[in-house]
Nanobody
């Protein structure tokens, strides 16, 4: 059974930065794609981006391009989401999730991901 644990959330001012971590276990990370998602109060869960460890491909949603960076350490089991130039509208619970990708990970919606973390709160103050 795969497990993911997010950490690194917190309160930051507009323009600040945070780095979220997603520690994985119970599955071979190199065979999976890891997606980052977020969910603000009253809104649907939306994708931020994803990384395919087997080929290093990384994809970002428009809201994250230019400000967020997804990375992972080769040989390790943690994936990161570096968030810069944060805005109040980035306030949400952030989740990482894992899917065994048959096609590019950016084509998968939240319901198609197999394993999920518990989420970490990110709050950006004005």
């Amino acid at each position: 059974e795969g497990q993911l644990v997010e950490s690194g959330g917190g309160l930051v001012q507009t323009g600040g930065s945070l780095r979220l971590s997603c520690a994985t276990s119970g599955f071979i990370l190199d065979d999976y794609a890891i997606g980052w998602f977020r969910q603000a109060p009253g809104k649907e869960r939306e994708g931020v981006g994803c990384i395919e460890r087997r080929n290093g491909n990384i994809y970002y949603k428009d809201s994250a391009k230019g400000r967020f960076t997804i990375s992972s350490d080769n040989g390790k089991t943690t994936v990161y989401l570096q968030m810069n130039s944060l805005k109040p509208e980035d306030t949400a619970v952030y989740y990482c999730a894992a899917v065994y990708p048959i096609y590019v990970c950016s084509d998968y919606g939240p319901l198609e991901y197999t394993y999920w973390g518990q989420g970490t709160q990110v709050t950006v103050s004005p």
